[in-house]
T-cell receptor
């Protein structure tokens, strides 16, 4: 299994540009989520999904959109990038219930710089 | 609201010495607690978790954590630190209603040779 994969690894955007951060997992996990990591603030939840067709907001959803058309993919869209969105973004997935539910598997991250 | 706190931004320890990385929590009901580790330029990796049962939880790479309900703590420990343990460590608590993981701000562990 490839686990959780993210593309791109690094991206530079200009203010106002849009882009999509890709996330895919091949573990048939129902639960997927997006976090951003900023110095001194730990990881903050942006959006999450408990299954295909279902998404919900996390702690810091403003400026980001998500969709979940398949179990495998959970893209994160920035419609109009702002310098405040400069961060490292992590995608994670886990089983929905039962043993293993609580353990999240993280992708390698996407480093985004907005100028 | 459920939360975790990691009071130390950085912990320095000499190789071979025991290490402790502190975590305290604030939750309603029984907590589900986790430790994750992040090596440079990598995603987070699961270390261990406490769901129920024994207060001493053993995890990967020789790490263990002790759940202390009276002190609302879940400190990460290792009897003998390695230079390769140097990384960023995150404590987290799971919100049982939403499955959301709430992370602490992280503690950087530096192990010196």
């Amino acid at each position: 299994n490839a686990g959780v994969t993210q593309t791109p690894k690094f991206q530079v955007l200009k203010t106002g540009q849009s882009m999509t951060l890709q996330c895919a997992q091949d573990m048939n996990h129902e639960y997927m989520s997006w976090y951003r990591q900023d110095p001194g603030m730990g990881l903050r939840l942006i959006h999450y999904s408990v299954g295909a067709g279902i998404t919900d907001q996390g702690e810091v959803p403003n400026g980001y959109n998500v969709s979940r058309s398949t179990t495998e993919d959970f893209p994160l869209r920035l419609l109009s990038a702002a310098p405040s969105q400069t961060s490292v973004y992590f995608c994670a997935s886990s089983y929905p219930t039962g043993e293993g539910q609580e353990t999240q598997y993280f992708g390698p991250g996407t480093r985004l710089l907005v100028l | 609201a459920q939360s975790v706190a990691q009071p130390e931004d950085q912990v320095n320890v000499a190789e071979g010495n025991p290490l402790t990385v502190k975590c305290t929590y604030s939750v309603s009901g029984n907590p589900y607690l986790f430790w994750y580790v992040q090596y440079p330029n990598r995603g987070l990796q699961f270390l261990l978790k406490y769901i129920t049962g024994d207060n001493l939880v053993k995890g990967s790479y020789g790490f263990e954590a002790e759940f202390n309900k009276s002190q609302t703590s879940f400190h990460l420990k290792k009897p003998s630190a390695l230079v390769s343990d140097s990384a960023l460590y995150f404590c987290a608590v799971r919100d049982k209603n939403t499955d959301k993981l709430i992370f602490g701000t992280g503690t950087r562990l530096q192990v010196f040779p």
